[in-house]
């Protein structure tokens, strides 16, 4: 299992790097190639529903070629999604086509990783091993977004795709070595665990999903709203993959060690808190620290929700589940673009800070000693 591990930290590693040197920057991106906001917030609707669709249908294809057909599918297929966009040959309706396969790839991809860290961590140390294997994935997020935004602002963007297309086809060449046999027992999913422990714990994802929306493209939009310029996005997009680190490696070892329904719910309280914060605030002097902070308490919540929710599917049909958790996840993430077109950053702020303080009532009302 050791071995496994180390493979999925280089393989996790490259895929980030490539991802995240473009990832932080495409809706500005998109922005300064003629798309409105409106339209920028309906492909990243329709990349969501295609990470929702996908774990619906996930069972089908894990079952005819085994788990880790994503990873090397995304090898595949992501490489040419960043050719697509760096040609600007694109109608809307093809922009959103993409959108929907890449959004489906992606998705598909961290279900594998989620099977493959469930399996291969163990729930006495589940928390400190996680924040081990995500350590490779942050290190990428630090570098990847500086070298971006410096790609950008001192040559183009052209070279900061091609720069993400060869680490992409390097993270699919190492998918190759990765190798894992998980048992289906359906083939397909929907949501079956909505009335005991685990449907609240699918409900805290969903909640969460809702803070991914935020933390993963419209912070990036909003310092560049402020700052005017790809470079500072990369600074923070740095700042962001520091904190991320220190989160995930701090959360991991708590859960492991303290009360985890009270380490949750100071998370989600003080992230609920930091939403209703940016509300209120009205220079940068007050904005970039609080971003910076929820960005922090959001990926604190990674692991931690990771640990309790496999240590509750250990003996279960664990591919199936983490589908429908993620089903949960890209639900939230789903809702908080068209609540963005409509309402703003003020509504989206409250919107993400009414549902994290919610979810203290579903976890008031959870007991993580049962499992399945």
């Not at 999925?8 to 495409?26: M, N, P, R, V």
């Not at 935004?149 to 963007?157: E, N, P, Q, R, V």
């Not at 990674?302 to 983490?322: H, Q």
């Amino acid at each position: 299992m050791r071995k496994t591990r180390l493979i999925l930290k280089i393989t996790l590693f490259f895929f980030t790097l490539g991802t995240s040197l473009y990832g932080i920057f495409l809706p500005i991106y998109f922005l300064k190639n003629g798309l409105s906001m409106t339209q920028v917030m309906i492909f990243l609707t329709v990349y969501s529903l295609g990470g929702f669709a996908s774990n619906i249908f996930s069972n089908y294809f894990l079952h005819r070629f085994g788990l880790n057909i994503f990873l090397i599918t995304r090898g595949l297929v992501e490489p040419l999604v960043t050719v697509y966009y760096n040609s600007l040959n694109f109608s809307f309706l093809s922009l959103n086509i993409i959108g929907f396969i890449s959004g489906y790839v992606i998705y598909s991809f961290w279900l594998a990783i989620d099977v493959f860290i469930m399996k291969s961590t163990f729930s006495k140390e589940r928390g400190k091993q996680q924040g081990d294997i995500y350590s490779a994935l942050w290190i990428a997020v630090i570098l990847s977004p500086f070298i971006g935004g410096f790609l950008i602002s001192k040559i183009s963007y052209n070279l900061m795709f091609v720069f993400a297309f060869f680490l992409l086809i390097a993270g699919g060449i190492l998918s190759f070595f990765i190798r894992l046999d998980v048992k289906i027992k359906k083939k397909l999913n929907w949501f079956s665990q909505s009335r005991n422990d685990l449907g609240k714990i699918m409900i805290l994802n969903l909640i969460r999903g809702v803070s991914f929306g935020i933390c993963g493209y419209l912070l990036g939009l909003l310092v560049f709203e402020i700052m005017s310029e790809e470079f500072y996005v990369g600074i923070f997009g740095l700042i962001f993959g520091v904190a991320n680190l220190i989160a995930t490696s701090t959360t991991g070892y708590l859960i492991d060690k303290l009360n985890k329904k009270k380490i949750l719910f100071v998370l989600y309280l003080i992230l609920g808190i930091l939403w209703f914060g940016l509300i209120l605030a009205q220079s940068s002097l007050f904005i970039f620290p609080l971003i910076v902070l929820a960005n922090l308490f959001y990926q604190g919540l990674n692991v931690p929700m990771n640990t309790v929710f496999f240590n509750e599917i250990e003996k279960a049909d664990t591919a199936s589940l983490i589908a429908e958790k993620n089903m949960a996840f890209s639900f939230g993430q789903i809702m908080i673009f068209p609540a963005f077109i409509f309402f703003g950053y003020t509504g989206v702020f409250f919107f993400a800070g009414t549902a994290s303080l919610l979810s203290l009532f579903f976890l008031k009302n959870l007991n993580l000693d049962n499992e399945l």
